[in-house]
């Protein structure tokens, strides 16, 4: 025997019993909300993802962290949740240097660990330049629930540095973590 609800304006879902003998038994929450969602997420479950893309090359030649460009913004539903931050792109080094990338948090705060460092490095050791991919991860406790934003940031030691090289498209993820 099927079991079939139509819904108030179009389409139905149908319940149908399996094809096995003996009892089944189906037990539905008694919660508020959705059977699939709830108001009360458990820890490490994913509240929201926020995504943003960046395709214009920039040059980096400060000894001192500067904007890449790449950036999103997210608005926490709990100060308890973590914000988990995923940065990555193309580089191209055009001499013998090294470039350090780290995340910012609203432009002020870097959330690399190691003070004056970033959490990739791409280092050249040839004058022609040498171009790669970085990446940056890391899990922040933002302890808020205003807009928060979070943007990859460079620095070079020496020659002239490029994010986003030929127009290639780099990406930064921010995920909401249940806490």
């Known amino acids: 025997m099927s079991i079939v609800m139509v819904g108030s304006t179009s389409g139905s879902i149908t319940l149908q019993e399996p094809a096995v003998a003996g009892n089944t038994v189906l037990t539905l929450p008694a919660v508020t909300g959705t059977v699939l969602t709830t108001t009360s997420p458990k820890a490490g479950n994913v509240i929201q993802v926020v995504s943003a893309t960046y395709n214009t090359s920039t040059a980096i030649t400060s000894s001192t962290f500067v904007a890449t460009g790449l950036s999103a913004s997210i608005t926490p539903t709990s100060s308890s949740n973590k914000i988990l931050i995923i940065a990555s792109g193309t580089i191209y080094n055009s001499g013998t240097n090294q470039t350090d990338y780290t995340i910012f948090r609203n432009a002020t705060t870097n959330l690399c660990p190691t003070s004056g460092r970033g959490f990739a490095e791409a280092y ?51 995920m909401e973590i249940a806490a």
Do not use: H, K, R
């Open 124 to 174: 050249s050791p040839s004058a022609s330049g040498q171009g790669g991919q970085i990446s940056a991860v890391f899990l922040d406790s933002p302890s808020t629930t205003s807009s928060t934003s979070y943007a990859l940031y460079g620095l070079t030691s020496g020659a002239i540095s490029y994010f986003a090289i030929n127009g290639s498209t780099c990406s930064i993820v921010l």
